[in-house]
């Protein structure tokens, strides 16, 4: 049977942003995804795009893991192909929706005829059809308040489609509709959500990554290779700066006061993400902070570390709770990497006693012992390019 995968755009309601660069992006976006999966046409038309396979077997189970990823999409669903007529009608219905009714206890049918042309009207289409499938399917009832499923049919210009319930898309807006940022990366769980949130809103990623070779490991690096693959699936391809920190970790253990170790290296971290993010071309940077989480994420340390930058840090995840950022991780699937246990360039040199309020004179004035600009120059000419995209494999 011919099936196809209809998608309702989110988001549409936006004032500013215009309907046709959000649709534009979208289209775009669907496009590249899909195509490594099979070959497809693609239309737009009244507020839903079709994607209409034209491959000789199409995945469509692999089709709709990838369309359920796609950012800007409310909700999508596949749907069978019908010719427009009645009796062609119900038979494709009765047949694409058997494994779905025979499961179901109630139904009801939404019927939608945009080829006025068509004998039935929709009152007809609907009595027509839940007719014909009660009396296939005599287990079920009509629910028309809170049905388990919702069998729509479509009279469209050239053929009708049936579908069951719409499936919730991924929400949230294209890739690509934001501008660019980049993503502090660590192996954490943090900081794979807050990429995840802030590609949701359009934004396409790069990200920074600092090891700390050899008291990291290249399977620490792995580990955020695979977390970035996970966060690829929805924000699509991501170019990963890999920077080297031993020397500078080193240089301050060193030369400045062991409690303000952790927030002098943050600061050095956002410096260094700031030039490698405006180099190219990065409108912001983005970090996994929640508030009060650690002893670098209280308030003053936070401020310390914001002052350094010069362009926003989005912190999308500054009011969640640890058990909400978990339920994320878990739905994106990055949880299970995050918790192998593998040093971070951070846990290396923690400090017994870092100290909670720092305050920003005397950091700077710890920090004019470093090299500041030799450190950073060599860092940043140091830095590794890893391309991650989890479609490109
Ligand atoms: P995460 O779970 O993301 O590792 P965390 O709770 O461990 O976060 P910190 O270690 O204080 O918190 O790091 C705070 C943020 O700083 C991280 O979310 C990330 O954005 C950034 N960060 C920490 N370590 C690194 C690193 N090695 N490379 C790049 N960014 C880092
Ligand atoms: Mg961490």
């Not at 902070?289 to 650690?294: A, D, I, K, Y």
């Amino acid at each position: 049977m011919k099936e196809v995968i209809l998608i309702k755009n989110g988001e549409l309601a936006l004032k500013g942003l215009n309907r046709n660069t959000f649709e534009d992006a979208l289209v775009k976006n669907i496009k590249r995804r899909l195509s490594k999966i099979m070959d497809f046409e693609i239309t737009k038309s009244q507020s839903t795009i079709m994607i209409d396979p034209t491959s000789e077997n199409p995945n469509m189970e692999d089709a709709e893991m990838v369309v359920s990823k796609i950012f800007g999409i409310a909700g999508y669903s596949r749907a069978a192909v019908a010719e427009k007529d009645m009796q062609k009608i119900l038979h494709v219905a009765g047949e694409y929706l058997k494994d779905t009714l025979e499961e179901a206890n109630t139904f009801k049918v939404e019927a939608k005829r945009s080829d006025k042309k068509f004998p039935l009207k929709s009152p007809e289409i609907c009595r027509e059809t839940g007719g014909y499938l009660l009396k296939k399917y005599p287990h079920l009832r009509v629910d028309v308040h809170n049905p388990d499923v919702i069998v729509t049919v479509e009279v469209r210009d050239q053929y009708a489609f049936v579908r069951g319930n719409q499936k919730k898309g991924a929400g949230g807006m294209p890739v690509g509709t934001a501008g660019k940022a980049s993503i502090m990366i660590s192996g954490g769980i943090d900081s794979p959500v807050a990429a995840y949130m802030m590609a949701k809103r359009g934004l396409v990623l790069d990200a920074v990554h600092f090891a700390s070779p050899p008291y990291t490991s290249d399977r620490a690096e792995q580990k955020v290779h695979e977390l970035l693959e996970k966060v690829s699936e929805y924000s699509g391809h991501m170019n990963l700066y890999v920077v080297p920190f031993t020397e500078i970790q080193e240089h301050i253990k060193d030369d400045c006061p062991e409690e303000l170790f952790t927030i002098i290296m943050r600061r050095m971290m956002m410096r260094i993400a700031e030039r490698i993010t405006v180099r190219e071309e990065g409108r912001a940077i983005i970090t996994g902070e929640s508030l009060g989480q650690v002893a670098s994420q209280t308030l003053p340390a936070i401020a310390c570390t914001d002052a350094v930058a010069t362009i926003p840090v989005f912190r999308p995840l500054i009011g969640m709770d640890k058990d909400e950022i978990v339920k994320i991780s878990r739905q994106i699937d990055t949880f299970d990497i995050s918790i192998q246990p593998y040093e971070d360039c951070c846990t290396v040199f923690t400090p017994k006693h870092p100290r909670l309020k720092p305050d920003i004179a005397a950091v700077v004035e710890a920090e004019a012992a470093l090299k500041m600009d030799e450190l950073i120059e060599r860092a940043v000419e140091g830095t590794r390019l890893v391309p991650i995209d989890a479609f490109q494999k």
